[in-house]
């Protein structure tokens, strides 16, 4: 007799913060694997348009605004994608901001912010739907975390501290839903090439780097990419009843270096 019953055939997966970068990769990377999406964002009709391509793919989408700072809309975005899909199998807590600077100087309401975004609207999302599947006796809870919590890097603000937060949740949630069927699980990427963060001045992100390098943080160049991430989610997701993969962390894989020129022929 297996332990745990199978995951049933239908998973519908809830996606916040899917109207690009990290959420909108896992939103199609989970659609290809055949679990109905629901795609949340403040900026709804580029959520819809990115249904409509998983649609048009084969797919099952559905794409309601959301904003994970404002409990209501939580709360309407869980009643509108669980009546349109069914019950939340798998909630994906990706939606956040980043904005640059010193932790001392930045105003605080745009740290507050920060916090409520990342933080904040994750515990938001868990208790709308993490009651439901602890009655199901099943469920993936996944936060997309940061090597920040981990490593935390001068210059990015709030985003540290609302990443490590967390990360920190995520960890007592596990302890909180032991023996309750339901995973609680965290995908921590490195750095990712995706739009959050773009918007910074030159003038601001120039010195933070300079940071980074003093502290040790800018190994090399190479950036992840939202996919690779949307991979990993996909991995955690789909890891058989009974296994629990905790925590994912992803890096970038460091260009190739050139050989030395007195390697031998087998070396090449």
């Known amino acids: 007799m297996p332990r745990f019953e199978p995951h049933p055939a239908r998973r519908p997966a809830l996606i916040a913060g899917a109207s690009s970068g990290i959420g909108a990769a896992t939103a199609v990377a989970l659609a290809e694997q055949g679990y109905p999406v629901a795609l949340g964002a403040r900026r709804v009709d580029v959520c819809e348009q990115l249904a409509e391509k998983i649609r048009a793919d084969g797919g099952e989408a559905f794409a309601y605004r959301l904003d994970v700072a404002d409990g209501d809309s939580v709360d309407e975005f869980v009643a509108a994608t669980e009546k349109a899909l069914g019950p939340a199998e798998i909630v994906v807590s990706g939606a956040g901001d980043l904005e ?136 955690v997701a789909a890891a058989p009843r009974g296994a629990h993969l905790v925590l994912v962390e992803v890096q970038p894989e460091a260009p190739l270096r050139e050989l030395n020129s007195d390697a031998g022929e087998g070396d090449r």
């Open 100 to 235: 640059f600077g010193h932790a001392y100087d930045m105003e605080p309401d745009t740290f507050l912010h920060q916090v409520q975004v990342h933080l904040v609207g994750a515990q938001r999302l868990a208790h709308r739907v993490v009651p439901g599947m602890i009655a199901r006796r099943r469920g993936d809870f996944i936060v997309i975390g940061s090597d920040c919590a981990d490593r935390p890097r001068p210059g990015v603000g709030a985003y540290n501290a609302a990443k490590t937060g967390l990360e920190a949740m995520a960890h007592q949630l596990r302890m909180e839903l032991e023996g309750t069927g339901v995973r609680a699980s965290i995908v921590r990427p490195g750095a990712t090439q995706t739009a959050m963060g773009m918007n910074g001045a030159p003038e601001v992100v120039g010195p933070m780097l300079e940071e980074w390098v003093r502290f040790g943080f800018a190994r090399h160049p190479y950036f992840l990419r939202a996919s690779d991430i949307a991979a990993a989610v996909v991995t």
